[in-house]
């Protein structure tokens, strides 16, 4: 229930008093802007002022590294000096930052300083407190709170409480108060637009405002609206394994960001925005969502696909992307029998099974050589590791190796710094090489000349052998495609043909990324990233087991918290939520592990969520919020020619209504198709994998690369029963369908698929009425 303030009626008495609420809460935002104004001025002030300063002390740390440092003492002189300067340059560049972050989020006050208020009376005290919530926290030259940040422990009595006791958590514990009042509000321009008194959790009116809106390029923050549920995954700070089962629309990826929000403000000392990793399901959805986080003063935290992932793994190999598997399944109707099996944690427990029983003759070493020599030879490194002690792990006994092995080639090289060759080419060396050669060490420290002359013999061959010296430090000296083949030939001999005849090709097929990467790791004691303290990943579902084992694996001190829609998995059959949980608390071992999920979908109006629930046959548990809209329509056409002229019709009309309305495909092919067929008559845009901006008007996509976003309207070309007739087809058409959220229009040529047809018939429009049932 809420009670809305009427801002205009003055016919009614009431109306009166409520009147004079309004202008009591105007008057405080404009004395709050005006406060808002006056820091600004001064922060911007002591901005300008940081700048100065820093690239004063930048000009004189320039100054100071380039004195003259021919003398020892002088130069340990500079030295100190330069350290200071260095110390000072990066303090300036800090407190810079900090000034330019409390601008950032000035400014974001200034547009809307807060959305809640909130009168509390706690435990003990006679007088009620009025709080008043925002986007960031500030205080007044008395220090008193004009604005508390939504992230403050006191604010979750705004996203959780209803009127009567409440209690929080605060850093002294729980906390019981009595809540008298909750009120709403929308400023813009300094201006209330709109004002509520709620009891409810956050109430449905600002809501439906929200969701009201029109997409666009960004996605936006959800702090004054957070509903309970989100607010449960934002908060969370108890479980280092979070699994969230979210319908289409239910707000996991606004959960995510809030979320990240909340962690950076509540571990300011102890955390930063690069210790925190995004993966997301394309480079579209990373533009989408990048404002979100800046909006509320904070930095971004890092962002990556999968995709991206492995190709930086595997420089110099194509890896096969979850769009091109998706396509190529497309293309045979066949999913790989051995993949399904390599996408298992089995298959990666196989793979460290394997090392722990790896005979020393099996490990697949390389020679390394130089165009001219053939430095080490792969039996001279096996004999190396076969010299040390069997009961050595095995990531210790490759360390070991290569530790002896980078011994003796200091040693080579220490030998031949005063060989023909070398001397030779001294004598040759001219001035310029000559001192270049020497770097920091000037003549004067040489008291004689043998010592200079073996020093630069050193740096000649030391040269000549970087290369070798490359490929010990970074593993090359163990051909780790071979060793997975030799794993293969053990674990599943029926997929080694295919993995090495793609290998020939340079390819990687995206079902042997995790286990290989695996192997590497596990073998030389390599490939994990500890200083990452939050992974988050956004679309779960496209993710195989394997895969998250292995990102686990990598970021190994990370909090995990993984977020998706079973009913949206397009790539394979994902495990349910709750059997995923149970298999990785199995595997992981995490110390405290939460399954949460969300039902309730936001995105799309009333209608376009009854239709979609239809779609699934269990698609009950699905609530819609109610948010008025029209029927989803169902236009159908008697052939292909009489298609195209109604996709070319609804797409011009919903132009002149939205700003983004998308017509989304089942797979690239059929939009490259459409693509061709609509030709420049109709102004659009196809949309590819290696796009990171989505161009207003119409937009052409396969699903895949709809996936996390959102638009006014959706068409789908052809929802005809050819099209989706299989049943891992139906999740294509309901994750299409759950991209829209005003408009939903079907087109079809000739009958319909059955997935509609299942579909109550109240619960579209048709066009072109044939009969269905
Ligand atoms: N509490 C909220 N207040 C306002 N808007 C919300 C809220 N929760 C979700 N939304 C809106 O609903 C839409 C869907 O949210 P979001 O993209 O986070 O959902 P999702 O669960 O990640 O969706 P999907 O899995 O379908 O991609 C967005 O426009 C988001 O802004």
Same mark, same amino acid.
């Given at each position: 229930m809420f009670v809305l303030i009427l801002?205009?009626? *003055?016919?009614?008495?009431?109306a009166v008093v409520l009147d004079k609420e309004y202008s009591f809460e105007q008057k405080r935002v404009t004395h709050v802007l005006a406060q808002i104004k006056n820091i600004l001025q001064k922060t911007r002030q002591e901005y300008r002022k940081a700048q100065a300063e820093r690239s004063s002390v930048e000009k004189n740390y320039v100054q100071n590294a380039k004195? +003259?440092?021919?003398?020892v003492d002088d130069q340990m002189e500079t030295n100190a000096e330069v350290q200071q300067q260095k110390q000072l340059v990066s303090k300036n560049i800090e407190t810079e930052q900090i000034l330019k972050r409390q601008l950032a989020v000035l400014g974001e006050l200034q547009k809307s300083p807060y959305f809640g208020r909130i009168d509390i009376l706690e435990d003990g005290e006679k007088e009620q407190e009025t709080l008043y919530i925002g986007t960031a926290s500030l205080t007044d030259q008395n220090n008193n709170f004009l604005i508390y940040d939504?992230?403050?422990?006191?604010?979750s009595i705004y996203y959780n409480?209803?009127?009567g006791a409440v209690t929080y958590t605060s850093p002294q514990g729980k906390q019981q108060v009595d809540l008298l009042k909750k009120r709403q509000f929308t400023i813009k321009d300094g201006q209330i637009k709109n004002m509520f008194d709620t009891?409810?959790?956050?109430?449905?009116a600002l809501l439906q405002e929200m969701l009201g809106q029109a997409g666009d390029e960004y996605m936006k923050n959800i702090v004054a609206t957070i509903q309970q549920e989100q607010n449960d995954i934002i908060r969370?700070?108890?479980?280092d394994l979070l699994i969230v089962q979210g319908v289409?629309?239910?707000g996991k990826t606004s959960a995510i960001l809030q979320r990240i929000a909340f962690l950076l403000y509540h571990n300011?000392?102890?955390?930063?925005?690069?210790?925190i990793v995004l993966f997301s399901p394309n480079r579209l959805f990373s533009h989408y969502i990048s404002e979100v986080l800046p909006s509320l003063g904070e930095r971004n935290m890092r962002q990556v696909t999968l995709a991206e992932f492995f190709a930086q793994r595997f420089e110099g190999l194509e890896v096969e992307t979850l769009f091109d598997h998706f396509e190529k399944q497309h293309a045979?109707?066949?999913?790989q029998a051995t993949d399904t099996q390599k996408e298992t944690i089995h298959f990666m427990q196989k793979v460290k099974a394997y090392l722990l029983n790896?005979?020393?003759?099996n490990l697949c070493f390389t020679d390394l050589m130089l165009a001219d020599e053939v430095v080490f030879t792969k039996e001279e490194i096996a004999q190396v590791y076969a010299s040390?002690?069997?009961?050595?792990?095995v990531a210790l006994r490759f360390a070991d190796t290569k530790n002896i092995l980078i011994k003796q080639l200091k040693h080579k090289i220490l030998a031949q710094r005063n060989a023909d060759w070398v001397l030779r080419r001294i004598n040759e060396l001219d001035d310029e090489h000559y001192h270049s050669l020497l770097g920091d060490y000037?003549?004067?420290?040489?008291?004689?000349l043998k010592s200079e002359e073996d020093y630069l013999g050193y740096q000649i061959v030391l040269k000549k052998y970087q290369p070798i010296y490359d490929a010990l430090y970074n593993d090359y000296f163990i051909d780790i495609y071979r060793q997975y083949t030799d794993f293969l030939e053990q674990a599943?001999?029926?997929?080694r043909t295919a993995f090495t005849e793609l290998l020939e090709f340079h390819k990687i097929a995206l079902a042997d990324c995790a286990p290989l990467l695996y192997l590497r790791d596990l073998l030389t004691?390599?490939?994990?990233?500890? +200083?990452?303290?939050y992974l988050f990943i956004d679309?779960?579902?496209?993710?195989s087991a394997a895969q998250l084992f292995y990102l686990k694996y990598t970021f190994a001190n990370a909090k995990l918290t993984l977020l998706g829609d079973s009913?949206?998995?397009?790539?394979r059959k994902m495990q349910s939520p709750s059997e995923l949980m149970e298999t990785l608390k199995h595997t992981?071992?995490? *110390?405290n592990a939460r399954l949460i999920e969300l039902n *309730?979908?936001?995105?799309?109006t009333k209608q376009i969520t009854a239709f979609m629930k239809a779609?699934?046959?269990?698609?009950?548990r699905i609530q819609a919020f109610t948010r008025p809209g029209k029927l989803p329509e169902l236009v159908i056409a008697p052939d292909s020619t009489a298609t195209l002229t109604e996709l070319r019709r609804k797409s011009a009309q919903l132009l002149q209504k939205y700003e983004t309305v998308a017509i989304i495909t089942r797979n690239l092919q059929e939009a490259q198709q459409l693509h061709f067929k609509l030709g420049s008559a109709q102004p659009h845009t196809l949309i590819?994998? *290696?796009?990171?901006q989505l161009p207003q008007g119409l937009v052409l996509l396969p699903v895949y690369l709809a996936k996390g976003l959102e638009f006014d309207a959706v068409i789908i070309p052809d929802v005809s029963q050819k099209q989706y007739s299989?049943?891992?087809?139906r999740g294509i058409l309901y994750t299409i369908c759950s991209r829209a959220m005003h408009e939903l229009i079907l087109l079809s040529t000739e009958t319909p698929t059955d997935f509609i047809r299942q579909v109550?018939?109240?619960l579209f429009s048709i066009e072109r009425q044939v009969k269905l049932h």
């Amino acid at each position: 229930m809420f009670v809305l303030i009427l801002l205009s009626t *003055k016919s009614w008495k009431g109306a009166v008093v409520l009147d004079k609420e309004y202008s009591f809460e105007q008057k405080r935002v404009t004395h709050v802007l005006a406060q808002i104004k006056n820091i600004l001025q001064k922060t911007r002030q002591e901005y300008r002022k940081a700048q100065a300063e820093r690239s004063s002390v930048e000009k004189n740390y320039v100054q100071n590294a380039k004195i +003259n440092t021919f003398e020892v003492d002088d130069q340990m002189e500079t030295n100190a000096e330069v350290q200071q300067q260095k110390q000072l340059v990066s303090k300036n560049i800090e407190t810079e930052q900090i000034l330019k972050r409390q601008l950032a989020v000035l400014g974001e006050l200034q547009k809307s300083p807060y959305f809640g208020r909130i009168d509390i009376l706690e435990d003990g005290e006679k007088e009620q407190e009025t709080l008043y919530i925002g986007t960031a926290s500030l205080t007044d030259q008395n220090n008193n709170f004009l604005i508390y940040d939504w992230r403050a422990p006191i604010s979750s009595i705004y996203y959780n409480g209803t009127l009567g006791a409440v209690t929080y958590t605060s850093p002294q514990g729980k906390q019981q108060v009595d809540l008298l009042k909750k009120r709403q509000f929308t400023i813009k321009d300094g201006q209330i637009k709109n004002m509520f008194d709620t009891n409810e959790t956050v109430g449905d009116a600002l809501l439906q405002e929200m969701l009201g809106q029109a997409g666009d390029e960004y996605m936006k923050n959800i702090v004054a609206t957070i509903q309970q549920e989100q607010n449960d995954i934002i908060r969370d700070t108890r479980h280092d394994l979070l699994i969230v089962q979210g319908v289409a629309g239910s707000g996991k990826t606004s959960a995510i960001l809030q979320r990240i929000a909340f962690l950076l403000y509540h571990n300011r000392t102890a955390l930063n925005a690069d210790q925190i990793v995004l993966f997301s399901p394309n480079r579209l959805f990373s533009h989408y969502i990048s404002e979100v986080l800046p909006s509320l003063g904070e930095r971004n935290m890092r962002q990556v696909t999968l995709a991206e992932f492995f190709a930086q793994r595997f420089e110099g190999l194509e890896v096969e992307t979850l769009f091109d598997h998706f396509e190529k399944q497309h293309a045979t109707h066949a999913w790989q029998a051995t993949d399904t099996q390599k996408e298992t944690i089995h298959f990666m427990q196989k793979v460290k099974a394997y090392l722990l029983n790896l005979p020393s003759q099996n490990l697949c070493f390389t020679d390394l050589m130089l165009a001219d020599e053939v430095v080490f030879t792969k039996e001279e490194i096996a004999q190396v590791y076969a010299s040390l002690p069997n009961a050595l792990p095995v990531a210790l006994r490759f360390a070991d190796t290569k530790n002896i092995l980078i011994k003796q080639l200091k040693h080579k090289i220490l030998a031949q710094r005063n060989a023909d060759w070398v001397l030779r080419r001294i004598n040759e060396l001219d001035d310029e090489h000559y001192h270049s050669l020497l770097g920091d060490y000037q003549r004067s420290r040489f008291e004689q000349l043998k010592s200079e002359e073996d020093y630069l013999g050193y740096q000649i061959v030391l040269k000549k052998y970087q290369p070798i010296y490359d490929a010990l430090y970074n593993d090359y000296f163990i051909d780790i495609y071979r060793q997975y083949t030799d794993f293969l030939e053990q674990a599943l001999p029926q997929a080694r043909t295919a993995f090495t005849e793609l290998l020939e090709f340079h390819k990687i097929a995206l079902a042997d990324c995790a286990p290989l990467l695996y192997l590497r790791d596990l073998l030389t004691g390599t490939g994990q990233n500890r +200083n990452i303290q939050y992974l988050f990943i956004d679309e779960m579902q496209d993710y195989s087991a394997a895969q998250l084992f292995y990102l686990k694996y990598t970021f190994a001190n990370a909090k995990l918290t993984l977020l998706g829609d079973s009913e949206q998995a397009l790539f394979r059959k994902m495990q349910s939520p709750s059997e995923l949980m149970e298999t990785l608390k199995h595997t992981l071992s995490p *110390k405290n592990a939460r399954l949460i999920e969300l039902n *309730k979908s936001y995105r799309a109006t009333k209608q376009i969520t009854a239709f979609m629930k239809a779609l699934l046959p269990d698609g009950e548990r699905i609530q819609a919020f109610t948010r008025p809209g029209k029927l989803p329509e169902l236009v159908i056409a008697p052939d292909s020619t009489a298609t195209l002229t109604e996709l070319r019709r609804k797409s011009a009309q919903l132009l002149q209504k939205y700003e983004t309305v998308a017509i989304i495909t089942r797979n690239l092919q059929e939009a490259q198709q459409l693509h061709f067929k609509l030709g420049s008559a109709q102004p659009h845009t196809l949309i590819s994998a *290696k796009d990171r901006q989505l161009p207003q008007g119409l937009v052409l996509l396969p699903v895949y690369l709809a996936k996390g976003l959102e638009f006014d309207a959706v068409i789908i070309p052809d929802v005809s029963q050819k099209q989706y007739s299989s049943e891992s087809t139906r999740g294509i058409l309901y994750t299409i369908c759950s991209r829209a959220m005003h408009e939903l229009i079907l087109l079809s040529t000739e009958t319909p698929t059955d997935f509609i047809r299942q579909v109550p018939a109240s619960l579209f429009s048709i066009e072109r009425q044939v009969k269905l049932h």
